[in-house]
């Protein structure tokens, strides 16, 4: 079971990489530049990434397996990960303007990828159903807590709250999250000919951002900013997956939920916390570093954890 999980997880992490790695040699070798960056940030963010949110959820369209007990666990997830990480960050990150980068790495899973692939390679179509339908709400959670923090540290002396405020209402991924749950509560018919062209749209998000990824990687800024990675590396795979993963079981989840929720929340680092990064304006060399570190180490700490798991019969 340990060594087909672990195969299963290089399998949907290897691609990653290779993705990644193009985008870095590509800029290497001057066939992309900053330009390319910038622009292709701002079409993932406001379009790509939007559509295939969309379109995943009113394609999952039944809610009626969702456990109310395992969604609210999700969210109470999400926001304990996003105070700890605050937290951490006031006391040991520098300097300050890279804060926001960094509690956005540690609390951020990459849920859509790695989160849907891990959870349906060890539970299967009842896995991927229990994962997609707590995606679409942690996502939103994600979203509002990533502008947030990103907002107050890009402000250059005082915070508008009602900037920020505004910021979340605009923000595209939240925007496409509320209207696919709209469609789906009130079973509004889509059109095929717009879900098929979403779609196209849609996949082209991954790709798309995984090359700028590697563009934006700096081997400079990994030197600079060791430490900085080392502990959002530290956090994102195995300290806030442990404390959530133990509290989980502290309230009495067992089997797929505590697997699902264990696998959600080990996930590395998400793909789209660069291109919100390098959108807002934030440090986006070093929130492509932490993608690349995390999506690597992840892939032993998720194995070993579901392991053990598995091993006390647990999950």
Known sequence: ?????????????????????????????????????????????????????FV?????GAVDSLSLDVFNFSILGCVLAFVLSWLVAIVLVKPRQDRGVFVQGCFRSNLGVVGLALCVNAYGDEGLALASLLMASMTVVYNILSVIVLSYYQSTLTVSWSRIGLDIVKNPLIVAILLAFVVVWLALPVPTVLVAAGTYLGNVALPLALLGTGAGISLGSIRQSALN????????????????????????????????????????????????????????????????????????????GLFVLKLFQLA
């Open 1 to 53: 079971m340990y060594l087909s999980i672990l195969a299963d997880t290089f399998n949907v992490t290897g691609p990653i990489f290779i993705l990644v790695m193009i985008g870095y040699g590509l800029k290497r070798i001057g066939f992309l530049d900053e330009h390319f960056i910038q622009i292709s940030s701002k079409l993932v963010f406001s379009l790509c990434l939007p559509l295939l949110l």
């Open 56 to 60: 995943t959820i009113i394609k999952i």
């Open 229 to 304: 990675t080392l502990l959002v590396t530290l956090m994102r795979t195995l300290i806030l997956p442990f404390i959530i993963t133990l509290l989980a079981l502290q309230l009495g989840f067992r089997g797929i939920s505590l697997g699902v929720l264990f696998l959600l929340f080990i996930s590395p680092t998400a793909t789209a916390s660069f291109i919100m990064a390098k959108a807002m304006g934030a440090n986006a060399a070093l929130a492509a570093n932490v993608i690349v570190v995390t999506t690597l180490v992840s892939l032993f700490t998720c194995s070993l």
